[in-house]
């Protein structure tokens, strides 16, 4: 009995914090933005770009996504309160908050009537804000940004924290301080100089739940369509980027190490079933003797068996199931990760043991019911 | 009367071949319904090897076995069960109940392998123990017996299905003085009553309890009489 509650109850607790592994990994691949998916244009294969309602287009025929945004990058100078500091404006939509690791601290995300507009509004980093004018709460103020020779003026319409870039750069840009802000990329085209309809060749999908196959096999036809460039092989599509992948890959081997572990287990869980099934025939040798010279059949005491070893490894299984689901609790807060209990996964194992149980027991059961009496009688 | 068992010119053989022992050599047996036999013989004297034959238990080499009329001689290992389960009712010296089962549980037994209703069986284990004197033990375990009342409730288990036969190896075997008289005054109650009693020992002062004395060595019968001494 031990040894198949012990058994089933390592099987669950493995499997149940092997499910809390994957669940903890995937919000934390929610939340810094994992889940989208980069659509951009061959440029050796056309020279083709996306206009500004093209992408409204795309945008509207995808379902099942929070939106899409290109991502262009400006490098411009900003004369500031602490001296003149360089400056990445990223040009995008407003899905773009999507992105992840954007936090508002003060005021508010462009929006989308801000990119339909071409309003130059942008959104700065913590540091940028302290940078350009001392202080964080910079919301409704204005600057002016020096970029190829144009300088545009800019109106703060939010502030976010600083995330893992602004770090970067603060470690790493030395003596010369690099900014980050963020703005609709209209805007950015026009202050710039550019062409708002002829200088996009790509952009990101953002996917609000995890129907990433679904939006991957859709977006291709739809960008292709809108695009007019069929059967052209021109449009690159990549799920997401290489941290999800590799992650995804680590998440397939944890799982197939999980289940070899768990199919190990209900493996020793049923040859301990057999261990107890034989020691107890072995035990009960004069007990069968006696019921076969009461007139047991064999088939009566081969079905004794059988049931005792099925009640034997059922109740084993609900007491193991209870056990397991306890100490993968216990590790599941120690260790961080969220405890998800699937109920088929509870009623595969015991069932499995239970079966396992029965294919296990059939030899010792055999044996007892093919005992000679007068043998059996004999045994102390 | 009536022949319930006939055994003719039976043979059983170990070890066939050069050191082959013959637990019974040539053995010729008739027992008519309602009798109260004794076979007595020493250990080795072959009276085992006849009592598991009589019982079903075991096959003869050669000759045969006629129970009821029937051939039970070359039988599969079930048919043998379900013989041994319609016509005999073991009394075993070392009792033979199960342990873990309460008496009245261990009466039914026999009953649960007919296929007897539950509310059938306990009625009839019920009376049964009534019948040995254990009213009030019914929902004890064997060990919180003494020996005597164990033998009774195993007993009650051989006659709870009315079996025409009861076989009784060596019954008072293990048993004290005391319990030996009672067990001895059940059994020839049941002779009374009208069953065929056969009851297998090593013991003079057991045997000349019944009324037909069969003396067994060497695998052979050496005598068969009435039993002068037989008081009812």
Same mark, same amino acid.
């Given at each position: ?15 149940? %914090? ?20 980069? =659509? ?9 770009t996306i206009t500004k309602q093209q992408l409204r +287009? ?12 290109p991502?262009t990058?400006d &490098?411009?100078? #900003? ?6 500091? +360089?400056?990445?404006?990223?040009g995008g939509s ?15 995300? &462009?929006?989308?009537?801000?990119v339909d507009e071409d309003k130059r #509004? ?33 109106? #703060?319409?939010?502030? *976010? ?17 690099? =900014?980050?802000?963020?703005a609709p990329f209209t805007a950015v085209a026009d202050s710039f100089g550019y062409d708002v309809d002829s200088y996009i060749s790509?952009f ?25 460039? *069929? ?5 690159? %599509? ?42 107890? $025939? ?14 047991? *059949?064999?088939?009566? %005491? ?31 807060? %120690? $260790?961080?990760?969220? &405890? #998800? ?8 194992? $015991? ?15 055999? *044996? ?13 | ?36 036999? @004794? ?116 007993? @009650? ?25 009672? !067990? !001895? ?14 009851? !297998? ?5 057991? @045997?000349?309890? @019944?009324?037909? !004395? ?19």
């Open positions: 009995m031990l040894g198949i509650i012990i058994g089933i109850a390592a099987v669950l607790t493995v499997l149940i %914090i092997g499910d809390g592994m994957k669940a903890t990994v995937n919000s934390e691949m929610d939340s810094i933005g994992a889940t989208s998916i980069s =659509v951009s244009l061959d440029n050796t294969k056309t020279d083709k +287009d795309i945008e509207n025929n995808i379902e099942g996504i929070y939106g899409i945004s991502s990058t &490098f411009g100078t #900003v004369v500031g309160r602490k001296g003149t500091v +360089d400056m990445y404006m990223t407003e899905s773009m908050i999507e992105r992840g690791q954007i936090k508002m601290v003060h005021g508010r995300y &462009f929006s989308r009537s801000d #509004v942008v959104v700065l980093s913590q540091t940028a804000a302290d940078y350009i004018f001392g202080y964080e709460e910079v919301v409704g103020e204005t600057f002016e940004m020096d970029c190829y020779g144009l300088t545009s003026e800019f109106t #703060v319409v939010g502030i *976010r924290e600083d995330n893992t870039m602004d770090k970067a750069y603060a470690l790493y840009g030395g003596d010369e301080v690099i =900014v980050m802000g963020e790509s990101t999908i953002y996917l609000d739940s995890v129907n990433k196959d679904e939006v991957l096999s859709r977006a291709r036809s739809v960008v292709e369509n809108i695009l007019g460039l *069929r059967g052209e092989n021109a449009v690159k %599509i990549s799920s997401g980027s290489g941290f999800d992948q590799t992650t995804e890959s680590i998440l397939n081997i944890i799982t197939s190490v999980v289940a070899i572990i768990a199919a190990i287990s209900l493996l020793v869980g049923g040859i301990g079933v057999m261990n107890i099934m034989t020691v107890s $025939v072995t035990e009960r040798t004069r007990e069968i003797g006696i019921r076969k010279s009461l007139g047991a *059949r064999t088939s009566s %005491i081969l079905t004794q068996f059988l049931a005792e070893a099925a009640i034997l490894t059922f109740t084993g299984g609900i007491i193991g199931m209870a056990f397991g689901m306890g100490i993968s609790f216990v590790i599941c807060r %120690i $260790v961080d990760f969220s &405890f #998800v209990v699937r109920p088929e996964l509870v009623v595969l194992v $015991v069932a499995i043991s239970t079966a396992i149980g029965l294919f296990f027991g059939i030899y010792p059961a055999k *044996r007892a019911a093919k005992l000679d009496p007068i043998e059996a009688l004999r045994t102390e | 009367m009536k022949k319930l068992v006939e055994i003719k010119d039976v043979c059983k053989i170990y070890n066939p071949g050069e050191n082959e022992v013959r637990a019974l050599n040539h053995v010729t047996l008739t027992i008519g319904e309602g009798e109260f036999v @004794a076979i007595i013989g020493q250990s080795g004297s072959g009276k085992s090897t006849l009592m598991n034959m009589l019982g079903c238990l075991d096959t003869p080499t050669s000759g045969k076995y006629f129970l009821h009329g029937q051939d039970v001689s070359h039988m599969t290992d079930d048919e043998q069960s379900d013989v041994r389960n319609r016509e005999i009712g073991f009394i075993f010296q070392g009792f033979n109940l199960i342990p873990s089962l309460t008496a009245l549980e261990n009466v039914e037994l026999p009953l649960i392998y007919r296929g007897v209703s539950k509310k059938e069986r306990e009625r009839l284990a019920n009376s049964a123990l009534n019948s040995v004197g254990l009213e009030k033990r019914k929902t004890h375990k064997p060990n919180e017996m003494s020996g005597g009342q164990q033998q009774r409730v195993a007993i @009650a288990r051989a006659i709870a299905q009315a079996p025409p036969i009861l076989l009784a190896d060596e019954p008072t075997g293990n048993l004290d003085t005391a319990s030996t008289k009672e !067990i !001895i005054r059940i059994i020839k109650r049941l002779y009374h009553e009208g069953r065929t009693v056969i009851i !297998i020992t090593h013991d003079p002062g057991i @045997a000349k309890q @019944a009324k037909r !004395i069969i003396t067994i060595s060497d695998g052979m019968i050496q005598s068969d009489i009435i039993n002068p001494d037989y008081k009812e």
